[in-house]
């Protein structure tokens, strides 16, 4: 398995205060890998300093490193905005961009690179559409507002508008929490049909929906990550007393 993603020694702060420490990570091409653990113990920053995100935040600071395709995201000469197209990220509450239309939401991400012709807009959005299992629902009334669909559409629209410009990672933070259980079924079976061609890493709360979708899974606690390893042998036989405690619930 081809590791596409890894961090080395991967620390942040905000401030003074240091919320992750030394993380050392890879992430395998085509893969789901869940991120779980008690709020607070550092979750979503790990994942927003994965696309450098964290550093948006005022007084944000990371160290150590993050390879993508073995090369830094964070040296010198990279583009922010450029990491960001190569690694997409979808937030826990659905963002539709509430003034544009479906089409538009979908396709900004092109038109910000400057693509212009018609033809591969409304191509790229028809693909995206259907990639995110969106398409049929919305393909007669894509000149509606994004923010006129429902809950569940609506973060199934922010993950096509995150595909539409082709990225290698697809990072989700809490994607399905807002969501009904249809809904969040939904998101988890479009997850599980993404990896084919794009790598994921999500951070839930929910550990039901950890060993459902994932390949691998970590557990984080103040900001160490504590074990990481194959869903299946995470959930049954955790090597570290804290991750047993905590997926048995007797955690704290």
């Not at 890894?6 to 401030?15: C, E, I, K, R, V």
């Amino acid at each position: 398995m081809y590791s596409l993603l890894s961090t080395q020694n991967l620390s942040a702060s905000f401030g003074s205060t240091q919320v992750l420490k030394n993380i050392q990570m890879d992430f395998d091409e085509f893969t789901v890998s869940a991120i779980i653990g008690p709020s607070g113990c550092g979750k979503s920053t790990f994942i927003r300093c994965l696309n450098r995100l964290h550093e948006e935040v005022a007084e944000a600071s990371a160290t150590g490193k993050v390879l993508l395709q073995g090369h830094d995201i964070y040296a010198s000469d990279v583009d922010p905005v450029a990491i960001r197209r190569k690694i997409g990220m979808v937030f826990q509450k659905p963002n539709p961009f509430p003034s544009l239309s479906i089409f538009d939401n979908v396709a900004i991400g092109l038109k910000l690179a400057g693509v212009r012709r018609g033809a591969i807009l409304r191509e790229t959005v028809e693909r995206s559409l259907k990639l995110a299992a969106l398409w049929e629902e919305v393909k007669d009334k894509l000149n509606s507002q994004g923010t006129s669909l429902s809950g569940g559409q609506q973060q199934r629209l922010c993950i096509a508008r995150a595909l539409a410009v082709e990225p290698s990672v697809l990072l989700m933070d809490e994607p399905t929490s807002a969501l009904d259980p249809i809904s969040t079924a939904k998101i988890e079976e479009l997850m599980t049909e993404l990896k084919k061609t794009v790598t994921i890493v999500i951070v839930t709360h929910n550990m039901q929906q950890a060993a459902r979708i994932s390949d691998k899974t970590a557990f984080f606690l103040l900001g160490e990550m504590i074990e990481y390893g194959e869903t299946s042998e995470l959930f049954t036989a955790p090597k570290d007393q804290r991750t047993e405690r905590y997926i048995t619930g007797r955690f704290g």
